[in-house]
């Protein structure tokens, strides 16, 4: 438990294979807590004015935004046949951040932007940030 806090909720038994092994098999980051460490991590490395688009629960990150960053809520859809969620939102066609949990494997949209950082427990991402700018 020391391992994953603050997040005890994604604890999986040792003999399921523990969080490894849960993930990609079991929703593990369903609270999307994650999304405020992320948003720290926004909130430290980008300037005023940049906009920051969310494919999760947006309270966990938008309420830790510094003053001056615009939070989005993801739009998603449904590829046909797929499984894969791809994120669509009218008003940002490129965000400056994106910050995804790897739900649905929202973590594969925008693929031309660059991944900077991970909030990571047990070798497992719970939240992964990507830098579009």
Same mark, same amino acid.
């Not at 405020?36 to 947006?58: D, H, Y």
């Given at each position: 438990?020391?391992?994953?806090?603050?997040?005890?909720?994604?604890? +999986?038994?040792?003999?399921?294979?523990?969080?490894?092994?849960?993930?990609?098999?079991?929703?593990?980051?369903? $609270?999307?807590?994650?999304?405020?460490?992320?948003?720290? $991590?926004?909130?430290?490395?980008?300037?005023?004015?940049?906009?920051?688009?969310?494919?999760?629960?947006?309270?966990?990150?938008?309420? +830790?935004?510094?003053?001056?960053?615009?939070?989005?809520?993801?739009?998603?859809?449904?590829?046909?046949?797929?499984?894969?969620?791809?994120?669509?939102?009218?008003?940002?066609?490129?965000?400056?951040?994106?910050?995804?949990?790897?739900? $649905?494997?929202?973590?594969?949209? +925008?693929?031309?932007?660059?991944?900077?950082?991970?909030?990571?427990?047990?070798?497992?991402?719970?939240?992964?940030?990507?830098?579009?700018?």
């Amino acid at each position: 438990m020391i391992n994953i806090h603050p997040y005890e909720y994604i604890y +999986f038994n040792r003999l399921s294979g523990g969080l490894i092994g849960a993930y990609n098999r079991y929703e593990t980051e369903y $609270w999307g807590l994650s999304l405020r460490e992320a948003m720290e $991590w926004v909130n430290q490395n980008s300037k005023t004015g940049k906009q920051v688009l969310v494919a999760g629960p947006l309270d966990s990150a938008k309420i +830790f935004a510094k003053p001056g960053i615009s939070v989005k809520e993801a739009k998603l859809i449904a590829k046909p046949g797929s499984g894969v969620g791809e994120v669509k939102e009218s008003n940002i066609s490129k965000p400056d951040y994106y910050l995804a949990i790897p739900r $649905w494997n929202l973590q594969k949209a +925008f693929p031309e932007c660059q991944e900077v950082y991970q909030v990571v427990r047990q070798a497992v991402p719970l939240t992964i940030v990507k830098q579009c700018e």
